[in-house]
């Protein structure tokens, strides 16, 4: 029967009431059509009319004293009413909506963004306390010996014969020796580490950058003292 009737809020809504939310398209481009197809209204002033009588009963029934016998229908109603309401935000391409509202939403977006912006800024400043102004300085040469020695501290063993480092990845490494040290007076590519740490066949590197025994000057050993 459509909308623009002496009564049509009341038709209108009430079919709401009963609908489930998959339906809400289907029903409002049916009214949609109606209007369109019979001169009553634009697109725009069709969306405005609707999104007006939803807004306008919910306040009713808010209105209502809620120890009435009617409360519990009241509440029903509003909840069925808002989720509408939000299939109508979902469509509201020219923001025609009573204007109140969409500055309350603005509002509330503004105050999120503002509260994640304050997240954002406090995990930089705690990252910040991370950073190095100065990187450790390698021994021009000799980055493949520093590696060495951090590929030998994975593999060393406690006296209890478990690991002393434990990580289920090699990039952690990588990611460390190109934040913290530099070499030849150059940052270290990621990559460049990275290399380095790559899957082995017994002692020989299935691919990647091998270390050259000239480079392996040192040898990380258990201290065993001497027992009482």
Same mark, same amino acid.
């Given at each position: ?11 209108? #809504?009430?079919?709401?009431? *009963?609908? %489930?939310? +998959? =339906? ?8 949609? $059509? &109606? ?73 509330? #977006?503004?105050?999120?963004? *503002?509260? %994640?912006? +304050? =997240? ?8 910040? $306390? &991370? ?82 025994? +000239? ?14």
């Amino acid at each position: 029967m459509g909308l623009w009737h002496s009564h049509d809020d009341n038709h209108f #809504l009430l079919m709401i009431y *009963r609908m %489930e939310e +998959e =339906k809400f398209c289907d029903y409002y481009n049916h009214h949609l $059509d &109606y209007a369109l197809e019979n001169n009553l209204a634009s697109e725009k002033d069709f969306f405005r009319h609707v999104s007006q009588i939803v807004q306008t009963r919910i306040k009713h029934y808010e209105a209502q004293d809620p120890f009435s016998g009617s409360h519990d229908i009241h509440r029903n109603s509003i909840e069925k009413l808002q989720q509408f309401q939000d299939y109508l935000k979902s469509i509201d391409e020219w923001n025609a909506r009573p204007s109140y509202i969409v500055l309350a939403e603005k509002d509330e #977006l503004i105050q999120n963004q *503002r509260t %994640e912006i +304050e =997240k954002l800024s406090l995990k930089l400043r705690e990252l910040t $306390d &991370y950073e190095v102004a100065l990187k450790i300085m390698i021994d021009d040469g000799h980055l493949p010996t520093l590696i060495d020695i951090i590929q030998q501290l994975r593999e060393v063993q406690l006296p209890s014969g478990r690991k002393l480092l434990k990580s289920d990845h090699k990039i952690p490494y990588a990611k460390m020796i190109s934040k913290y040290f530099s070499h030849g007076g150059k940052d270290i590519p990621i990559e460049t580490a990275r290399n380095y740490f790559v899957d082995k066949k017994g002692d020989v590197a299935i691919k990647g950058t091998a270390i050259q025994p +000239e480079h392996q000057l040192f040898k990380i050993l258990l201290v065993k003292h001497a027992k009482k």
